[in-house]
């Protein structure tokens, strides 16, 4: 696997609760995505950032926040938890122009209650 | 992982027959294209790509078609075997934009 930690691996939370899941690469690429997995949705984008403190949105960025401010590590923020939240989050990383490939870390399964 | 595959479309294939699994896309304008292949609990793995310069690109017991006049993509997989069970996903990416864009995936199921 290329070098990609999720952390935590599993967390439940409560609704209304601020919760934070980073992506720690050693990899050194410029590219860093979130993406969330829901039954019958597939992957769908949150945010990427394509340098340090070079964020943009994708598909479904309402209710999230992300911040990278050193290249090996991008944090997703959920501020105010909610049950539509719950899902499985991906995070991954690609090294730049001319290299399209994403490589996905394992997973983050959150539950919020 | 499991619990994603439970509402996909279902591609079910004998053991060793071809697969052959589809996917639309609506950007036109884009012009490079993946498949990865997701097993039960596991993260995306990357099988395949190809940009829209090509029709048509092999792998090892794979190949990726392009039709862009009709924006449509297809997996083939040879001589399929049991590892091959998995949920499949193509996606997309438009010229300088830096998205990548997944389909809703097929799930693949393979009969013994």
């Known amino acids: 696997d290329a070098g990609i930690t999720q952390s935590p691996r599993h967390k439940v939370t409560e609704t209304g609760t601020p919760v934070t899941l980073r992506c720690h690469q050693t990899?050194?690429?410029?590219?860093m995505y979130w993406y969330r997995q829901d039954p019958g949705h597939g992957l769908r984008l949150i945010h990427y950032?394509?340098?340090?403190?070079?964020?943009d949105k994708g598909e479904v960025s309402d209710g999230y926040s992300v911040s990278r401010s050193k290249t090996e590590d991008f944090l997703l923020t959920l501020e105010s938890a909610t049950s539509s939240q719950t899902s499985v989050y991906f995070c991954?990383?690609?090294?730049?122009?001319?290299?399209?490939?994403?490589?996905f870390g394992s997973g983050t399964q959150l539950s919020v209650l | 992982g499991e619990s994603v595959g439970l509402h996909l479309p279902t591609l079910s294939v004998q053991e060793g027959d071809n697969s052959i699994i589809n996917c639309a896309y609506s950007?036109?304008?884009?012009?490079?294209f993946i498949w990865y292949k997701q097993e039960s609990g596991k993260g995306p793995q990357f099988i395949i790509d190809?940009?829209?310069?090509?029709d048509k690109r092999q792998g090892q017991r794979v190949t990726v078609l392009l039709n862009k006049t009709v924006k449509h993509l297809s997996l083939q997989i040879a001589a399929t075997q049991p590892g091959d069970s998995a949920v499949y996903f193509c996606?997309?990416?438009?010229?300088?934009?830096?998205?990548?864009?997944f389909g809703k995936g097929t799930r693949l199921h393979i009969l013994p």
């Open positions: 991954a990383i690609r090294g730049g122009s001319g290299m399209e490939k994403l490589f």
């Open positions: 990899e050194n690429h410029r590219y």
């Open positions: 950032s394509y340098g340090v403190k070079d964020t």
């Open positions: 950007n036109s304008a884009s012009d490079y």
């Open positions: 190809i940009r829209s310069n090509m």
């Open positions: 996606a997309e990416k438009a010229g300088r934009d830096d998205k990548i864009i």
